[in-house]
T-cell receptor, first 114, second 112 residues
Framework: AQSVTQLDSHVSVSEGTPVLLRCNYS??????LFWYVQHPNKGLQLLLK??????LVKGINGFEAEFKKSETSFHLTKPSAHMSDAAEYFC????????????FGDGTTLTVKP | DGGITQSPKYLFRKEGQNVTLSCEQN?????MYWYRQDPGQGLRLIYY???????QKGDIAEGYSVSREKKESFPLTVTSAQKNPTAFYLC???????????FGDGTRLSIL
C-alpha cells in the first residue's frame, strides 16, 4: 500500500521569500516521488522527480526537493518566491508493484503576495 | 511538439445523455490514464491502460467507460449512469509505471 500526505492545504509567502511545501509518504517498497504544479484550468506539469538516484533533486523554475527516507518526507523548496509561482502543487508517490497506480496528495495552494 | 491533446475544452451534457471526451498523445507512451478533479481536491483515477486493447478500473470507474484500440488514443465516455459528472477531467500518459506522467490541459464537463 502507498499513501501521501501534503501537510498544508494553503501556504502564503511574500515575493522574494523562501517557499516550503511539505509532503510525507508511506510505501511498502522503494517509491518514486514527484512534484507537479497546476495553474488554473490547466493540466499538471512535472516540477521534479526522485527515482532512487541522488536524494537532493533539482527541478525546473528553481525548485528542489530532498528525499529523506528516515523521515519519509519529500518536501519541496525554493529559495525565493516569484509571483508566477502562485499555483496548486501536488506530491505524488508511485510504486512499481502497485500496477501502475500513482497516489496523489490533496494539493497545496501557494499564494505569493507582492 | 510532442504532447497530449484533450478535446473539447468545455463540454455540456444533458440529462440521460452519454458524452465522450477525447484524449490523443504523440509521445509513443504505452500507459494512459483518466483522472477526475473536483474543486479544491486532488486527482482521482477513473481508468488506466498499460497497453493497447487492455485497461483497468481505477478508484471511481462507476458510470464511466473507456476503450484503447490505438496506442495514441484513450477516449473516455461519461454515461448517463454517472449522476454527478460535473468536474474537470484530465488525461495523462507515461512511458512506464513509475515514470512521470504527462498531462493534457483538461476538459471541463458541466450539466445543462
Amino acid at each position: 500500500a502507498q499513501s501521501v500526505t501534503q501537510l498544508d492545504s494553503h501556504v502564503s509567502v511574500s515575493e522574494g521569500t523562501p517557499v516550503l511545501l511539505r509532503c510525507n509518504y508511506s510505501s511498502s517498497y522503494s517509491p518514486s516521488l514527484f512534484w507537479y504544479v497546476q495553474h488554473p484550468n490547466k493540466g499538471l506539469q512535472l516540477l521534479l522527480k526522485y527515482t532512487s538516484a541522488a536524494t537532493l533533486v533539482k527541478g525546473i523554475n528553481g525548485f528542489e526537493a530532498e528525499f529523506k527516507k528516515s523521515e519519509t518526507s519529500f518536501h519541496l523548496t525554493k529559495p525565493s518566491a516569484h509571483m508566477s509561482d502562485a499555483a496548486e502543487y501536488f506530491c505524488v508517490v508511485s510504486v512499481y508493484t502497485n500496477a501502475g497506480k500513482s497516489t496523489f496528495g490533496d494539493g497545496t495552494t501557494l499564494t505569493v503576495k507582492p | 511538439d510532442g504532447g497530449i491533446t484533450q478535446s473539447p475544452k468545455y463540454l455540456f451534457r444533458k440529462e440521460g445523455q452519454n458524452v465522450t471526451l477525447s484524449c490523443e498523445q504523440n509521445l509513443n507512451h504505452d500507459a494512459m490514464y483518466w483522472y477526475r478533479q473536483d474543486p479544491g481536491q486532488g486527482l482521482r483515477l477513473i481508468y488506466y491502460s498499460q497497453i493497447v486493447n487492455d485497461f483497468q478500473k481505477g478508484d471511481i470507474a462507476e458510470g464511466y467507460s473507456v476503450s484503447r484500440e490505438k496506442k495514441e488514443s484513450f477516449p473516455l465516455t461519461v454515461t448517463s449512469a454517472q449522476k454527478n459528472p460535473t468536474a474537470f477531467y484530465l488525461c495523462a500518459s507515461s512511458q512506464g509505471i513509475t515514470q512521470p506522467q504527462h498531462f493534457g490541459d483538461g476538459t471541463r464537463l458541466s450539466i445543462l
